[in-house]
Nanobody, 124 residues
Framework: QVQLVESGGGLVQAGGSLRLSCAAS????????MGWFRQAPGKEREFVAA????????YYAEFVKGRFTISIDIAKDTLYLQMNSLKPEDTAVYSC?????????????????WGQGTQVTVSS
């Protein structure tokens, strides 16, 4: 069993930045991809970004391209999401997830483990 713990959320003004972290309790031998998803009140969960464990390949939702950067520190088994130029519509609970296979990076149900989430609130 892998536990994922997010941190770094908070309240920020529009145009500001936050850096989210997601620490994995251990690395499974078949960990392939880690990703970030978000869910705003009254909305469905949506894909934000994903990265292969090697860090070689990244994938982004269109609405965060150029503003968010996903990265991974393999030595620390930690995933990051640098969020810049934040907008009020970015307000949501952000959750990290781990996937044991490649492909379907934007599909939440394809991920095997999930963190509890961290709240990000962007004020206007």
């Amino acid at each position: 069993q892998v536990q994922l713990v997010e941190s770094g959320g908070g309240l920020v003004q529009a145009g500001g930045s936050l850096r989210l972290s997601c620490a994995a309790s251990r690395r499974t031998v078949d960990t392939s991809v880690m990703g970030w998803f978000r869910q705003a009140p009254g909305k469905e969960r949506e894909f934000v970004a994903a990265i292969t464990w090697s860090g070689r390949n990244t994938y982004y939702a269109e609405f965060v391209k150029g503003r968010f950067t996903i990265s991974i520190d393999i030595a620390k088994d930690t995933l990051y999401l640098q969020m810049n130029s934040l907008k009020p519509e970015d307000t949501a609970v952000y959750s990290c997830a781990l996937k044991k296979s490649y492909g379907a990076y934007g599909v939440g149900i394809a991920y095997d483990y999930w963190g509890q989430g961290t709240q990000v609130t962007v004020s206007s």
